[in-house]
Nanobody, 122 residues
């Protein structure tokens, strides 16, 4: 099983980034997919999630209206389009896959990627 997140970088406030996560080694369409982020010294924080079919998306309050999650089950890919980035969005972003449970609880996800750094300067 592998989840490889990429697309992070250093941007200025107000810019956009698109994170991608490539999945392999499991039946991608059977898993909900989520994005979490973590700042050193803090707990991992839920950002967004999408159901197995992609029909429903969920967002944490701080990113709602700015971030958009999507998936392509034909390519085993999940994406996070991040617009109007703010310095508070600076973190390592992780993609994760889970079979069951609510979308915003990290411990209910089964597989995790290695993370990609997003840094937003003011």
């Amino acid at each position: 099983v592998q989840l490889q997140a990429y697309g992070g970088g250093l941007v200025q406030a107000g810019d956009s980034l698109r994170l991608s996560c490539a999945a392999s080694g499991f039946t991608f369409s059977n898993y909900k997919m989520g994005w979490f982020r973590q700042v050193p010294g803090q707990e991992r924080e839920f950002v967004s999630a999408i159901t197995r079919s992609g029909s429903s998306q969920h967002y944490a309050a701080p990113v709602k209206g700015r971030f958009t999650i999507s998936r392509d089950n034909t390519k085993n890919m999940v994406y996070l389009q991040m617009n109007s980035l703010e310095p508070e969005d600076t973190a390592v972003y992780y993609c994760a896959a889970g079979r069951i449970g609510t979308v915003d609880l990290a411990y209910l996800y089964d597989y995790w990627g290695q993370g990609t750094q997003v840094t937003v300067s003011s």
